[in-house]
Each structure stands twice: as C-alpha cells, then as structure tokens.
C-alpha cells in the first residue's frame, strides 16, 4: 500500500501544473458556456430560436449535441456537454498513455519495475491517479454550472456524465497502450477513438428525430454507439437519468480487465502488436532537407488541413440555415461582427468570414508548428546531422519556411474548397463563388506572419522559440478574435494580425492590412534567412 | 596539399566558460590523427569548429584548404563526420537515415556501388537497419552514423569518440573499416580519451588538456608519457637486491609492497630481473589516461569535472583496473 502511494504521489508530482490546468480549463469552459447562455439567451424565446435553427441544421447538431428542451440548464447541456466529454477523453488517454506505454518507451518503467514495486503496480497507480483527475473534473464542472445558478441535481448530472466518459477513456488508453509499441501511436490511436465517439454521437444526433415542440430531438442509432453519446443520455437537467453512467463506466471497467490479462502475460516494455519493421532503404525522393522535414511533419501537416476542411464543410453550411429562420438572432450578429469589426455583408458572408478566420488560426498555428520542430531538431541533435552534410544553415531554415507556406497555403485553400462544396450543395446564393476565394486569400498574410515572426525569434533567440511562438500566436488570437467582443480597445486590437485581415464585401474591400502583413512576413523570413548564415548551430 | 586541418590560436568561450584556448592543430594527409584529452577538455567544441557548426572567438581554421565556417556546405561534400552522441529522428528507420545522409552527400551517383557497400557495412557490423530510430541502443546509434559515414567515401573523416557504446567486436571491425580508408588515402581525426585506442590506430596524436594542445607528435615520440606500474609483495627484498631491476622509476616501499613504473615499451627488460628475485604476488597495470596525465599535466579530474557533456565512464574504467590489481596481490 505505501509503494502504490509512492507511485501515486510520483505521478501527482510529474502532472501536476498539466493536470491542474486541464481540470480547472474544464470547470472554467462549463463555468463561460453558462454564463454565455445567462447573457446571451437569458429568455426562454430566444433560446427555442436558436433551438429550432439547430434543429434544421445537423452540423450545428453534429458539433453540438441533441437538443432537449429550451430550459436554460438543458440548453447550456445542449450547447457545452460534447465538448466537455471531448476534453475528459482526451485528458484521460493522455494520462493513460503518459503513465504506462510513454514510461515503458523510455526506460522509467523497467526502473520502476526492478523495485519492489514491481511490474503490475505502476498500472493499478495510474488506474487510480486517472479516477481520481476524473472525479476532479466532474466537480469542476459541477461547479462551473452551478455556480451560474443552474439546477444542481441536473449540475451534478452534466458532471458525472463528463467524468464517467473520462474514466471510459482511460480504461480505453490503458489498453491501447499494451497494444502499442510506441507512446506517439498509442497517444494517437487512443486519441483517434476519443474524437471518434465525438464524431460517431455528432452522426447519432445530426441524423435524429425531432419532436413536435420543435425544440428537443431523439438521437439517431449512431450515437449508441459512442460513449460520449452514452454520456448525453443522461439528460442532464431535462430528465437527469443516472443509469446510461452505467454504460460508459462498464466500458472503462471491461477495458481495464483486459488490459490486466494483457499486462499479466506481456513482458515489460513489450506490446501486442510489436513495431512495424521501418523501411530498409529510403524512398528516391528523400535526398533534400526540405523532403526530410516534409517526412517529418507530413502526419501534422495533414491533420491541420483535415480541420480546415471540416471548418469548411461547416461554414458553408451555416449560413442558409441561420438565414431561414424568420427572425435572426440579433445576437449572434452582433456577436460575428464584433470578432469581424465589419458591417454590410450578408449573413452568409459574415458566417464564412467567421469561420475562416478560424481556419487562419488553424494555418497559423500549422506555421508555427514547422518553426517549432526546426527548433526541435536542433535541440534533440539531429540538426546536427543534417548540418555536416553538405547542406548550408540558410537553406536548411529556407526548406522549413517553404514547407510551412505551402502548408499554410494548403489548409485555407481545403477550407476553400469544403466551403464552396457546401454552399453549391445546399443551393445558397447569398456569396459569390468570387467572395469565397477573396475570403479564403484574406487569411494567408496574417498566418505567414506567423511563420516569418517565430522564424526570426529562432534564430536570433533560438532557446525562446516554443515559449515565444505559442505566447505570440494566443495573444493574436485573444486580442484579435475575442478583443471586440469583449470590448477592448482598439490600440490594443491592432497588435494582433488577425484585426488586419481583410473582410471582403463587393468592390470596397480594404486590402492594406494584408499588404503591410505580407510585407512584414517576407521582410521577417528574409531576415531570418540571412541572420541565420551567421549563427552557429547547437542544442544550446 | 601536405596538411589537411590546420588550426592556429584557436580560441571558442561559452559566455564566461573558456572552452578552448589557443588550440594549434595540424593534421597531415593521409594519417590518422589521435585527438586525445580527458572529457570536457575541448574536444567536441574544436569538431564543431571544424565542421562550421560553431564559430571560433579568435583564431584561425582551416580544413582542406578552406574556411569551414564560410565554406561550410562546399567542405561537407568532402567529409565525413560521426558525433559522439549520435541522435536519430526517432520515426525514421535505420536503412533510411544512412541512405539520407549518403544522398546528401553526394555519395549515391553510383547506385549499385553504393548499396553493395551499404550492404556490406551493415553485414559487418552486425546491424539491423529495418528498426526505427527510436528503437536503437546506444551502440546501435552509433553504427548508424558510422555505417553513413563510411559507405561513400570521403577525402577527410572527423570522429567524435566513435566506439562510444560499440563492443568489443565491434571496435575491431570499426578498426578495419578505419584502416581501409586510411589503405585508400584518406585522412582521420579520431577523437577519443581511451588511450589504448589511440595507440592501436594512430600514426600521430595531439594531447588537449583545458582547451589547448598540450603535447603531440608520432606515438614513438610519446612513448615517455605512457609508463607501466608494476608492483609485488616485500617480503625479503631490500634496496640493493632491487638496484638490479635497472631502468626503473619511482620505485617506493609501501605497505608491504615494492611498486615502481617503467617505460611501456621497456617492460620485457625488466621481467627477467624480476624472474630472478622470484617476487610474489606480482601485479602489472597498463597504463591509463589518467595516469598520464596525472603524471605531466599535474591535476587529471579538472578537465573531467568541467566537462559537463560527456559520461565519464572510462575514468571509472581506468580506476577499476587499479582496484583489480589491488586485489590481485593478496
């Protein structure tokens, strides 16, 4: 018992600022989702509105949930719980993951192991560490509902279901991780099944029933089939039913049986499924750095763009059917033109531009990932390599900074593409196919800027270029996404790239923003190139 | 072109930290040259220099007629380098980092030469290179690099510390492999702080110590620095039976035990005096790094203890073997 504490207390130790931010970030979405609801839909009209809009679009459902009712606890369950879940999953196959295949990978366990800790007990410590991170964040988000005034019995419901479907998932991460011999599979099979669940009860609830009051719906099959689907079941608020807990739960408890059986048999640091033998030789085409740093990051690079494409998918769809409803919600428009500082244009218009800028944080942040594993390989050694080969320093960085551009280029131009592919689908007429691509070009400066601006900071101040990078591009996001919103000023506004991206409408569109970032993106990447001939190259 | 690395005054500080101070290397064609120091002693860094991975404070470099930090890609093509530490993109397969870095290099023009040669050093050196990155030992690392470095060839080969991790077996291949290239007219810079090593492969050595080349010239040359201590039981033997051991140094009577060292390469000299003093529980300690440069360079951990980057397994090494033979008297 005082080992299994040890090793509880170690895992506490290692988590313990990441857990503490996962759990309160938790609590504090439940806690905004309320308060937004409070604000923004305080009457019980307004929010049979916006359910009735839902209801007539299933990718408001599939991103959502299954409506169940204009009462103000249901309608923030409605709004926030698929979203709540989503996160308790992938806190819980982290953790799972981070504990026992991550641990095995490295050689931390097999030391563990030859203590009288031994090799079973680690596995029962992590069990216990991922429960109790679970329990934590029902209470999170027990407290973040109630503490907007919301019923608490129907509180402590939307709790449970999002701590039951955690618990689902760690069961599910533990047993990955013996199938897997490798913490970044295991990390991303396990992960893939969390959104998987999320995606599987969008399916069950965008394909549902609605009932004749026009504001709640019965789910589709699909959604019986995922466990953050098992989760919506219980009603929270509405109907507050503690038996589907019983499902989500069931699956954490049977996952974690047959891990055990695996973990009983299995040698430590061994999987089931043992690592795919590598290729013996390389392919024709990988004789470039740049070929190399696309082999390296072409996984994340496609992952980015498959969520321009969704983001895409969504928007083009949005707008014909907020647009349908008889009396729009002065709101919500109020609310995108806040974010878009722009006046005039259709409600189409406004939705795509909204949901593009999305899409430019997203190819932004793909940007800055490219510079980040240039900093990454330069501090892990392999840097090294490369560099003594015939390969000079500048053309080295160039081949990043080529590849991030054409990734940035690639997730707006899927976006583009998912946009246009819905609105020609669902037959809106309210923007030109013209207006669509000018949306989707309006985006590319702001996210260059933010390949060209961490390029500079790695090579002048290589150790800041993670800290530096994420730091940059999340007070972008906040003074620029959410600055108007919450009514900052506008001085403060303007140090963000993203107020400079252009919104077109017609002929009037103002362009200069883009111009003057585009400039700063080619002057910064210039500078970078050229500062980077004088600067020597180690883990430093 | 009669010297391939020539470096003069060659100064690097870290911040406050003097890494080297006033390195003057020169490196001849066609020879193996030992760059022999304790850990931390600058050994790295000046690779680095060489390389024009980093930029000397002072001083100058200049590796096949050129600057490497000015002319660092044109260099690269006719180089090979082998870190100490060999890192690998952990998705990457072994088989497909070698090809990499040989295409990069320029080495691959030849397709079928160069996969028979591949083939070959991977045979050879017993590796597997259908394994990702991720999954390689130590040792396995550092075939990688070694079986990269050495399956194009190259005018000029830097090694840092190559065996690091290697067995036994596979330092004797890794010696044969050396010696083929040297066979073909290449030149070698082998970095290392095992002494015994360097003795084996080396035609001329270069001794750093705190950043600076505090000795060097052919190892005939060197011989004074490398003494063996011998020592055996007391027991009867007085001073004057001893005088007749001949050409011996720092011959003391300690607990019971005569010790004295000679010249390594005068070892069988003294042998037969000792066969007719009959001695008792006679130890012979080769003779180690530290022991070298405890003896003429005065303090041996101050390089080790500033060398903050490099394990310092062989100094443990070293000191084991005093250990055995300690016991080995009883």
């Known amino acids: ?540 | 072109m009669n010297t391939v690395i020539q470096t003069v005054g060659l100064h690097k500080n870290f911040g406050k930290v003097r890494a080297l101070d006033g390195l003057d290397l020169d490196v001849r064609a066609g020879e193996i040259h030992g760059f022999l120091g304790p850990n931390g002693a600058g050994k790295s860094t000046t690779l680095r220099i060489l390389l024009g991975l980093a930029k000397a404070t002072s001083g100058s470099a200049t590796v096949l007629g050129m600057d490497p930090w000015t002319q660092a890609v044109e260099l690269h093509r006719r180089l090979a380098y082998v870190p100490g530490d060999v890192r690998l993109w952990p998705n990457l397969s072994g088989g497909e980092t070698i090809d990499l870095l040989s295409r990069l290099r320029g080495g691959t023009a030849d397709a079928a030469a160069y996969r028979r040669s591949k083939d070959r050093l991977c045979q050879a050196f017993d590796f597997d290179p259908a394994k990702k990155g991720r999954a390689y030992s130590k040792g396995n690392r550092q075939k990688v690099a070694l079986i990269a470095a050495l399956a194009t060839d190259a005018e000029l080969y830097l090694l840092d510390e190559p065996t690091s991790g290697l067995d036994p077996l596979m330092e004797e291949v890794f010696r044969r492999e050396l010696l083929a290239v040297v066979e073909r007219g290449a030149t070698v810079l082998l970095s290392s702080h095992i002494l015994t090593e360097v003795e084996v492969l080396c035609h001329r050595v270069s001794i750093i110590r705190a950043g600076r080349i505090v000795d060097g010239g052919t190892l005939d040359s060197l011989r004074h620095l490398t003494r063996t201590e011998i020592s055996f039981a007391a027991d009867g033997l007085d001073t004057a039976s001893l005088a007749r051991l001949g050409a011996v140094h720092d011959l003391t009577f300690d607990a019971g035990r005569v010790k004295f060292s000679a010249e390594s390469d005068r070892v069988a000299e003294v042998l037969p005096a000792l066969g007719a003093l009959a001695v008792q529980g006679l130890t012979i300690t080769p003779p180690s790094l530290e022991e070298l440069f405890l003896r003429h360079y005065g303090d041996p951990a101050a390089g080790a203890e500033s060398g903050a980057r490099d394990d310092d397994g062989d100094h443990r090494h070293g000191a084991r073997r005093h250990l055995l033979g300690a016991r080995g008297r009883g």
């Not at chain 1, 309006?442 to 994420?470: C, D, S």
Request: hydrophobic content about 55%.
């Open chain 1, 1 to 540: 018992m005082a080992v299994l504490m040890i090793l509880w207390g170690q895992r506490l130790r290692r988590d313990r600022w990441q857990l503490l931010s996962w759990i309160l970030g938790i609590g504090a979405f439940a806690l905004f989702a309320a308060s937004a609801v409070t604000q923004t839909y305080g009457n019980a009209a307004s929010r049979a509105e916006i359910l009735q809009v839902a209801i007539a679009t299933p990718a408001i459902l599939m991103l959502r949930g299954l409506p169940r009712g204009a009462d103000q606890g249901a309608f923030t369950f409605f709004l926030v719980y698929a979203f709540l879940a989503l996160l308790a999953g992938l806190m819980s196959t982290f953790l799972a993951v981070r504990h026992t295949r991550a641990d095995e990978e490295t050689g931390g366990a097999e030391l563990v192991a030859a203590t009288p800790a031994g090799r079973l007990l680690p596995t029962i410590a992590t069990v216990l560490h991922g429960a109790a991170a679970n329990v934590l964040a029902a209470l999170a988000v027990f407290a973040g509902l109630a503490a907007q005034g919301l019923d608490l019995q129907g509180s402590l419901v939307a709790g449970a279901a999002t701590g039951a479907v955690g618990l689902a998932f760690l069961g599910v991460g533990i047993l990955v991780a013996q199938f897997i011999s490798t913490s970044r599979g295991a990390n991303g099979v396990s992960s893939a099944l969390v959104v998987l669940a999320y995606v599987l009860r969008g399916i069950g609830d965008a394909t549902g029933t609605p009932h004749a009051d026009g504001t709640s719906m019965t789910e589709g099959a699909a959604s019986w089939f995922s466990p953050i689907g098992w989760g919506q079941q219980t009603f929270a608020f509405s109907g507050n039913r503690a038996w589907p807990l019983l499902l989500p739960l069931g699956l954490g408890v049977a996952c974690l049986g047959a891990a055990w059986a695996i973990l009983g048999t299995r040698d430590s640091g061994a999987s089931v499924w043992g690592a795919r033998p590598g290729r013996l030789t390389a392919r024709p085409g990988l004789r470039s750095p740049a070929a190399l740093a696309l082999r390296l990051q072409a996984n994340s690079i496609i992952g980015w763009a498959l969520g321009g494409l969704a983001l895409g998918l969504l928007a083009g769809s949005l707008g014909k059917a907020i647009a349908a409803v008889d009396t729009p919600d002065t709101n919500i428009t109020a609310v995108l033109r806040s974010i878009l500082q722009s006046q005039g244009t259709s409600l189409t218009q406004l939705m795509v531009s909204v949901l593009f800028s999305m899409a430019g944080i997203l190819a932004a942040a793909c940007a800055l990932q490219a510079v980040i594993r240039l900093r990454q390989e330069e501090a892990a050694g392999t840097a090294e390599l490369l560099l003594a080969a015939p390969v000079g320093r500048m053309r080295w960085l160039a081949g990043y900074l080529v590849l991030g551009a054409a990734a940035v280029v690639l997730v707006i131009g899927l976006t583009a593409v998912g946009t246009w592919i819905t609105l020609t689908g669902s037959g809106d007429q309210a923007m030109p196919a013209d207006a669509l691509w000018q949306t989707a070009v309006a985006q590319l400066p702001a996210a260059l800027v933010y390949l060209a601006v961490p390029a500079l900071v790695f090579v002048l101040w290589p150790a800041a270029t993670i800290g530096v990078g994420w730091a940059l591009l999340g007070l972008g996001v906040f003074l620029g996404i959410f600055g108007g919103m919450l009514g900052l000023d506008q001085s403060l506004r303007d140090l963000s790239p993203f107020t400079h991206t252009p919104v077109p409408h017609g002929n009037a569109t103002d362009w200069s923003g883009a111009w003057w970032m585009l400039a700063i993106a080619v002057v910064a990447g210039a500078l970078a190139v050229a500062a980077m001939r004088r600067r020597e190259v180690g883990a430093a």
